[in-house]
Nanobody, 121 residues
Framework: QVQLVESGGGSVQAGGSLRLSCAAS?????LTWFRQAPGKEREGVAT????????TYADSVKGRFTISHDNAKNTNYLQMSGLKPEDTAMYYC?????????????????WGQGTQVTVSS
């Protein structure tokens, strides 16, 4: 059984920064952040392999977001900088992936409750 708890969301102005955290219990090989804006589909933001710390990012956040993982604390972080209004969404962390592509929403077994990020212009 895996449990994921996100924190760190909030409201910022465009250009600002936020750091999201995802505290995990249980063994995790891959952890991924997704986001979902109102009226839009959930989309993959960034993923990390917890053993090699290999990361992959969606093109929309590349160069602005950084995903990292502290194995000692089993906690994942999403550092978001240069935030834009279009980054406004509910952000979720997800784990236990059994698919081919890291951004496939339906291939993740466990999800956190989400944390809201709002970026104003």
């Amino acid at each position: 059984q895996v449990q994921l708890v996100e924190s760190g969301g909030g409201s910022v102005q465009a250009g600002g920064s936020l750091r999201l955290s995802c505290a995990a219990s249980g063994n995790i090989f891959r952890l991924t952040w997704f986001r979902q804006a109102p009226g839009k589909e959930r989309e993959g933001v960034a993923t990390i392999l917890t053993t090699s710390l290999t990361t992959t990012y969606a093109d929309s956040v590349k160069g602005r977001f950084t995903i990292s993982h502290d194995n000692a604390k089993n906690t994942n972080y999403l550092q978001m900088s240069g935030l834009k209004p279009e980054d406004t969404a509910m952000y979720y962390c997800a784990a236990v992936f059994r698919g081919r592509f890291w951004y496939e929403v339906q291939q993740y077994q466990y999800w956190g409750q989400g944390t809201q990020v709002t970026v104003s212009s």
